[in-house]
């Protein structure tokens, strides 16, 4: 394979029917190595019982998630042009935008507002990525750009408690955080797609998802934002449980050196 054909056929604007890819073997390759990934780096930070390793890991994978999103507004510039649309104001895009620098300062009272949404995205993402490889026909630079970003949603949320001077847990108490949080995201999606004339509403038109996609706009908002908040308190109790299991032997569980 020379370089020209994977510039033509892996990086650049691909030509092709867009079709649903999902249980593709694209997608189950991709979605195992990321889950992969997340498991043993877990395993690795839980035996290392090293915050300051834990906190650098933290900043690595926000510096990471960081230089996905700006590849991903480069290429789409360099070959469509500037437009503010470029940046994306989606659930998934406005998180990858805010995640990393919250991964990077690790302030942790901002934590609450988009630990629990960051991970509710890359999780269903992952296992139902309906419109990643959409657009390019299979494997395709922006589609592992695209799943990649997803996984490292999943995994910060999932390092926070590891690398935190402060024993953070995920706490129902702080449940009005995450709502405040996922409401912010829902406005700005909503402003924005009126704005630029673009849908960024979550599950908009619904194309291609089950039920909703036969329940009439805006009625399905019946279904979907109740859906949203049980959505997020369940994954917050599952995640408090996941982080009392991480922090087991409590506050000075790991080395602060």
């Known amino acids: 394979m020379n370089n020209k054909y994977f510039y033509n056929h892996y990086f650049k604007p691909q030509h092709v029917k867009p079709k649903n890819m999902v249980f ?8 195992s ?3 992969g990934f997340i ?8 035996n290392k019982k090293d915050l300051k390793f834990n906190k650098k890991i933290l900043r690595v994978l926000g510096i990471v998630l960081l230089s996905l999103e700006i590849f991903r507004i480069s290429w ?12 994306g104001f989606d659930w ?14 690790q302030n942790e009272k901002l934590y609450p507002y988009v ?21 390019f026909g299979g494997i395709h630079v922006v589609a592992v750009q695209s799943m990649l970003s997803h996984g490292l949603m999943v995994a910060i949320p999932l390092v926070m408690p590891l690398a935190s001077e402060g024993n953070y847990m995920r706490s129902v108490k702080d449940f009005w955080k995450r709502i405040i949080g996922i409401d912010v995201v829902l406005l700005l999606a909503y402003i924005f797609s009126i704005v630029l004339n673009k849908n ?6 619904a194309n291609g998802i089950p039920i909703i996609d036969h329940i009439q706009n805006p009625y399905y908002w019946i279904l979907v934002l109740p859906l949203i908040m049980v ?3 369940k994954f917050t109790t599952w995640l408090n449980f996941c982080d009392r299991k991480n922090l087991s032997n409590g506050k000075n569980y790991f080395e602060k050196n």
């Open 76 to 87: 789409k510039t360099y070959f469509f042009g500037w437009h503010l649309t470029n940046l």
């Open 200 to 205: 960024y509403i979550v599950m908009e038109n």
């Open 231 to 233: 959505g997020l308190y």
């Open 92 to 105: 998934c895009n406005q998180i990858c935008m805010i995640l990393p620098f919250i991964a990077i300062i």
């Open 24 to 31: 593709s073997k694209e997608h189950i390759i991709l979605s």
């Open 39 to 46: 498991v043993i780096l877990i395993i690795i930070l839980k």
């Open 33 to 35: 190595i990321i889950v």
């Open 115 to 135: 630990d629990v949404a960051a991970f509710i995205g890359g999780f269903f993402v992952l296992i139902y990525p309906v419109w990643v490889f959409y657009d």
